[in-house]
């Protein structure tokens, strides 16, 4: 009984085990769901059969798939009975407008933006669509979402223009999955250049060489010569940007975290969101309760950690240069600020972008980071990691 489900999820690289698989089943026969319980629904055995064959969170995108293939069909995805829901018809009203009424639309400095919105805030009491000036859906507005604006704030629903400076809502990103198997040895060449060896502690290793040499010295006594056991001695800072125009990234972003954590033994690794603020955050679901505070990371670490970035360095040039700049929250010092006291503390730095090269002169954004980056800002090839670990052993 649902043997194959198990070996889909073996397929799918989620790591369950045989003890996992027969819990499930005896959860089953004690009718943890099942038909004595008020109802059964595919959703049920969903929840029951992650709970127990999951162990960690960041597999749950593994197991979602799996799931899916194996009980594609099992359960009608669609009622015609039900109403039609409001966010359909609401999306009717998103506009596709031309290039020249797009290039009609008026920006808004920051400043101008800000004082806007104070003012839409206060004077709006009912809800908008389509429209151009007031807070809502689906129009030209700087204010709302579903819309078009060549630059606004963003106030729920989901991005799709990618343009707006703020967004006023609470987001939830995922961790990169550390042991994403990868396609290819060859990330793991490129990083393999920047490793050094070092001989430290106690003689724990055989040196053969030398005990051969010093035996033949020795008229045939057997001299036997140690040495201590070799380390990998890089340490690696790897700060990565996550959620919003790095979701596009994602499967190349863990690749090369994977091929990051097995290459570096001194591996410590930070989250952040388009720009680097006052504070980072090592868990994606935990990243407003446990929180890393910039100026500790500066401390913390000594000035032999090679600093590597990885991000599309793609956002509004606010936010790196304005105070407040941040499309989460209000942050006291410009991102910029913050970029060249990491870049002073490690001398030895370099940002590995994940987007195609071309396009990087189009990006404002990208210049900027360039710009604080002292050029070094390397494409997420395997010539651009190559170049990116050869600048960084010098």
Known sequence: MLIDFFYTLRAAKVPVSVRE??????????????????SCSIDDFYHLSRT????????????????????????????FTKDVPLDWLQKILEKELTPEQKAAIEKMGWDELM?????????????????????????TSPFGNSGYNPQGVRIGGKGGNRSAIKVWEQRAYKDYDDTQELGTRNIKVALRRLRKFAREGSAEELDLPD???????????????????????????LLMDVGGTMDDHIARVEELFSAAKAEFKHLE??????????????????????????????????????????????????????????VEYNNEEAGAEWLQRLTHTFPKFAWINPEPQGVWQYRQSIAIIQQLMSQRMFPLTLKGLEDAMRMMSK
């Open 21 to 38: 698989y027969l819990t499930l089943l005896e959860a089953l026969q004690a009718n943890v769901v099942g038909p004595t319980t008020e």
């Open 52 to 79: 127990v064959m999951v162990k960690d969170e960041k597999h749950f995108d593994k197991f979602d798939k799996a799931f899916g293939a194996y009980f594609k069909g099992v359960e009608m995805l669609t009622d």
């Open 115 to 139: 004082e806007t919105l104070k003012k839409r805030l206060e004077e709006q009491k009912e809800r908008h669509e389509g429209g151009n000036k007031w807070i809502g859906t689906g129009g």
């Open 211 to 237: 005990t051969i040499r010093s035996t033949a010295a020795n008229a045939g006594f057997l001299d036997i010569k140690m040495v201590p056991e070799r380390h990998n001695n890089v340490k690696v800072l």
């Open 269 to 326: 690794f930070y989250y952040f969101h388009n720009c680097v603020y006052d504070f980072m955050w090592k868990n994606n679901k935990r990243r407003y309760a446990e929180k890393f505070p910039t100026w500790d990371i500066l401390r913390k670490y000594n000035k032999d950690y090679k600093l590597i970035f990885i991000g599309d360095a793609t956002m509004s040039p606010y936010e790196i240069l304005q105070t407040g700049g941040s």
